[in-house]
C-alpha cells in the first residue's frame, strides 16, 4: 500500500457513504440538503463519537452503515399494521446487514470483525453490550434530531408523545442529556423536554 493509500476503515467508510449518495430522498440538514441516508450515517457516527469518544472500529463501522441504501424497502411493501411495521424493521435490519457484510468484505475486513459489525446492526446484546447500547443511542438522537418535528406534525399529538416516551426509554442516561441540547423547533422541544422531565431525566 502506498502511504498516500486510504485504510481500511477509510475506504469502508468511502464505500457506505458512496452507497448511500446513491438515494433519491433528500434531507435537510443543519441548512445543508442532502441524500436523506448519507445524512443520517453521517449525524449517527457524530452521535457515536460524542457519547464515546474511543468507541470501537466496528462500532464506527456499524454507525455509518446502520441505514445503508434503506430506500430499497419501502415502507409501502408492507402491511400498515403494527406486525407489517414490525416485519419491515426486520427486513431493513437485514438489508443492512446484507449491505454491510458485503461493503466491509470488499475492502478486506475479516469475518470476525464484520460479523461483529453486523451484531451491532441488529442490536443483538442490547441491555447486556453497551456498544449496542450506544448504537441505539445515536440512533435515538439522530431521529430526535432529523424527523422528530415532521413526525409531530403529521401524526396526532398523543401518538408523537408515546413514540417520543418509547424512544426515551430505550436511551441512556448520557443520551437523554444530550437530547436537551438538540436545536428543535419550539413545539417539537418542548414536548422532548417534558417527556424527558416525566422521565426523570
Given at each position: 500500500m502506498s502511504p498516500d493509500a486510504p485504510?481500511?476503515?477509510?475506504?469502508?467508510?468511502?464505500?457506505?457513504d458512496a452507497a448511500n449518495a446513491a438515494d433519491p430522498n433528500t434531507l435537510m440538514?443543519?441548512?445543508?440538503?442532502?441524500?436523506?441516508?448519507?445524512?443520517?450515517?453521517?449525524l449517527a457516527s457524530e452521535w457515536v463519537e460524542r457519547l464515546d469518544p474511543d468507541a470501537s472500529e466496528a462500532l464506527r463501522l456499524a454507525a455509518r452503515a446502520h441505514h445503508v441504501r434503506r430506500w430499497e424497502i419501502p415502507r409501502s411493501e408492507?402491511?400498515?399494521?403494527?406486525?407489517?411495521?414490525?416485519?419491515?424493521?426486520?427486513?431493513?435490519?437485514?438489508?443492512?446487514?446484507?449491505?454491510?457484510?458485503a461493503l466491509l468484505s470488499e475492502v478486506g475486513y475479516e469475518p470476525e470483525r464484520i460479523e461483529r459489525v453486523v451484531d451491532i446492526i441488529h442490536k443483538r446484546g442490547l441491555g447486556r453490550d453497551a456498544e449496542v447500547q450506544t448504537f441505539e443511542d445515536a440512533l435515538c438522537l439522530t431521529?430526535?434530531?432529523?424527523?422528530?418535528?415532521?413526525?409531530?406534525e403529521e401524526h396526532p399529538s398523543e401518538k408523537a408523545t408515546s413514540v417520543l416516551a418509547k424512544t426515551v426509554r430505550k436511551m441512556s442516561p448520557e443520551a437523554r442529556a444530550l437530547a436537551r441540547t438538540l436545536p428543535l423547533p419550539d413545539a417539537p422541544r418542548a414536548a422532548l423536554h417534558q417527556v424527558l422531565d416525566d422521565a426523570g431525566a
Open positions: 485504510t481500511r476503515y477509510e475506504a469502508a467508510i468511502a464505500a457506505i440538514v443543519r441548512g445543508e440538503s442532502q441524500p436523506k441516508e448519507l445524512a443520517h450515517a453521517r408492507f402491511p400498515k399494521t403494527r406486525p407489517g411495521y414490525l416485519r419491515w424493521r426486520r427486513a431493513l435490519q437485514d438489508l443492512h446487514a446484507r449491505h454491510a457484510e431521529f430526535m434530531e432529523t424527523q422528530l418535528a415532521a413526525f409531530a
